[in-house]
């Protein structure tokens, strides 16, 4: 393995107080939260929903936080919007994302979170390149219109209170329009607890490689914030690596964990400065799938033919790099309850031992870069004009639904 990084030294006294303390200083602070390894399990639509938020505690810790909410759809109350934001009573601290392009929706679903205790932590999105969110001035557009991010920031904040607000965003739109440092620095004065980026444009997608040396300039340019990185961490020696290249404070972990939650056990003992990796057998890997399909029925409240098919996307990620066979995989892919789940995995070799790198490495689809999809005119200014501000009020409207 790389070299690690120590565990935090730890501190005996107060420096304020003088008062003998307990335990070793956090790893990182987002605010009154303190974190023992500087780990975060960044947002993925359909993912880290509780189930996987929960399987992922059980090998590690850190913050984990929820798939992205629509704020308007959390304002409105909807039935889906309502469901993803609830958490287990183990989850603790609890940690939500929300996506908005109207400064007022997003504080005031900020205020519906903290007035009914839901959340300890909540971050903004503006970092997703997806076509549906980008195309009407969210996600990784919006930084761009540097007036509207620094108010929607400004106002979530505020409506915060004592619950520490982050954002997470990525380096621009493309390389030619790139806004991480601008909008960082406008983050920091808004008073965000800490700042997330992808070190991808949002051209890029997920393809080519993440450009690391982003993460240190925005961290050389942001001096009183914590600065996460994120964007190919694929084992706990990545994390370390990371840190150490870039001064960064800490660690987002997206595709990296994909059917593989015990990676989050790899990063604890990383950053703790142990010499040690979590190797599953092919036993060890069904019984995590097992209880994450389990864990999903819970989620969908009984409902198992939903959480089979939920599962199903997961079969590849969990079981890369094992030899399963394909006609087995496809069962898998299509199983419809935990009876006929518990049947097939049966069928595997659960001796057969880890793979070694055949199980390493980038998981989850890279796609290629393409133009990224934004409202008409999007680029002509970096100001708001009335066009785009109407249609974003419709945006907020038409992105209903979780």
Known sequence: ???????????????????????????????PLALDVPVVLAPMAGITNTAFRRLCREYGAGLYVSEMITSRALVERTPESMRLIRHHESETPRSIQL????????????TMLVAEDRADHIDLNFGC??????????????????????????????????IPLTVKMRKGIDADHLTYLEAG??????????????????????????????????????????VLGNGDIWSADDAIRMVEQTGCDGVVVGRGCLGR????????????????????????VATAFKRHAELLV?????????????????????????????????????VESLGRLDDLLAELDWSQPYPGEAAEGQRGRAGTPKNPALPDRWLSSRELGDVHRAELTEAELNTSGG
């Open 1 to 31: 393995m790389s070299t690690l990084i120590a565990a935090p030294a730890q501190r005996t006294t107060d420096q304020g107080t003088g008062q003998r303390l307990a335990g070793p200083a956090p790893a990182l602070r987002i605010g």
């Open 99 to 110: 996506y908005g392009v109207d400064p007022g929706t997003v504080a005031e679903a900020v």
């Open 129 to 162: 390149p997806v076509p549906k969110v980008t195309r009407k001035g969210g996600g990784a557009a919006l930084p761009w219109k540097l007036g509207l991010f620094r108010d929607i920031v400004e106002r979530a904040v505020k409506a915060a209170g004592d």
């Open 185 to 226: 620095r406008a983050a920091e004065g808004a008073g965000v607890a800490s700042i997330a980026l992808h070190a991808r444009t949002a051209a890029e997608f997920y393809s080519g490689t993440a450009d690391w040396s982003a993460i240190e300039r925005l961290k050389s340019a942001i001096t009183g914030t914590p």
């Open 261 to 284: 939650p015990w990676l989050f056990g790899d990063l604890a003992a990383a950053f703790r400065g142990a010499d040690s990796k979590v190797e599953p057998s092919l036993g060890e």
């Open 298 to 334: 819970e989620f969908f409240l009984g409902d198992e033919s939903r959480a089979c098919r939920d599962i199903r996307k997961h079969v590849a990620w969990y079981f890369k790099g094992y030899a399963v066979g394909g006609e087995l995989r496809a069962r898998l892919a299509t």
